[in-house]
T-cell receptor, first 111, second 114 residues
Framework: GENVEQHPSTLSVQEGDSAVIKCTYS??????FPWYKQELGKRPQLIID?????GEKKDQRIAVTLNKTAKHFSLHITETQPEDSAVYFC??????????FGPGTRLSVLP | DGGITQSPKYLFRKEGQNVTLSCEQN?????MYWYRQDPGQGLRLIYY???????QKGDIAEGYSVSREKKESFPLTVTSAQKNPTAFYLC?????????????FGPGTRLTVL
C-alpha cells in the first residue's frame, strides 16, 4: 500500500521568509496530492491540491510542486505571516482510493 | 460551522465502557470517514463508508465499530476492546467515493479515558 513520508517534522522561519515542506510517496499509482492546514485545536482544512497531470500549482502565497519520477511533492509558502503557523499535512491517493496522510509538519513563523 | 458537525467536543470515558461519537453532514456527500489523530502523528483511517448501509475497515479498525443507516450520519463507537482509545477523533466527508477529491473535516471529538 501507499506510504507517505514528510519532512521536516518541525520548521521555524522568520516572518517574511519562505517555508518549504516536502513529502515522498511510494505508490506510483497515486495521482492526487492534497495539503491540509490544521491550526491548534481546529479541524484540518484543504489549502491546495495537485493532480498528477500537472507539475505545479500556485494560489497566491502558496504553491505545490510535483515530481512524479522521484515520487515527491512539496509545499512552498512565500512571505510567511504569523497566521501561517500551524501543522501542515500532505496526503497521497490513487484514483478512487483512500488518502494516506503524512505525519505532519509543525510550522512556526517567528515575528 | 455548518457542513459537517461532530459531537460531543470533549468526551470522558471510564475504562470498560463503550462510547459513541456522532458525525453528521448536510453536504449531500456520499462518502464519509473516521480518522484518529495522536500527538505528533498523522491522521490514521479507522473506517470509511462509500454509500449508505456499506462501510469498510481502514488501517486501525480494531476496537471500533460504525454504522451508516443514513447518508447524513456516520457514528463511531469506541468499544472496550480498544486498548488505547485516548485520542482526537476526526470525521470527514467527500462528494463521491470514486474520486475522493477534497475531504471536508468536522471539528473533532477529543476522547479521554479515565
Amino acid at each position: 500500500g501507499e506510504n507517505v513520508e514528510q519532512h521536516p517534522s518541525t520548521l521555524s522561519v522568520q516572518e517574511g521568509d519562505s517555508a518549504v515542506i516536502k513529502c515522498t510517496y511510494s505508490d506510483s499509482a497515486s495521482n492526487y496530492f492534497p495539503w491540509y492546514k490544521q491550526e491548534l485545536g481546529k479541524r484540518p482544512q484543504l489549502i491546495i491540491d495537485i493532480r498528477s497531470n500537472v507539475g505545479e500549482k500556485k494560489d497566491q502565497r502558496i504553491a505545490v510542486t510535483l515530481n512524479k519520477t522521484a515520487k515527491h511533492f512539496s509545499l512552498h509558502i512565500t512571505e510567511t505571516q504569523p497566521e501561517d503557523s500551524a501543522v501542515y499535512f500532505c496526503a497521497a491517493s490513487p484514483y478512487g482510493q483512500n488518502f494516506v496522510f503524512g505525519p505532519g509538519t509543525r510550522l512556526s513563523v517567528l515575528p | 460551522d455548518g457542513g459537517i458537525t461532530q459531537s460531543p467536543k470533549y468526551l470522558f470515558r471510564k475504562e470498560g465502557q463503550n462510547v459513541t461519537l456522532s458525525c453528521e453532514q448536510n453536504l449531500n456527500h456520499d462518502a464519509m470517514y473516521w480518522y484518529r489523530q495522536d500527538p505528533g502523528q498523522g491522521l490514521r483511517l479507522i473506517y470509511y463508508s462509500q454509500i449508505v448501509n456499506d462501510f469498510q475497515k481502514g488501517d486501525i479498525a480494531e476496537g471500533y465499530s460504525v454504522s451508516r443507516e443514513k447518508k447524513e450520519s456516520f457514528p463511531l463507537t469506541v468499544t472496550s476492546a480498544q486498548k488505547n482509545p485516548t485520542a482526537f477523533y476526526l470525521c470527514a466527508s467527500s462528494p463521491t467515493s470514486g474520486n475522493r477529491g477534497e475531504q471536508f473535516f468536522g471539528p473533532g471529538t477529543r476522547l479521554t479515558v479515565l
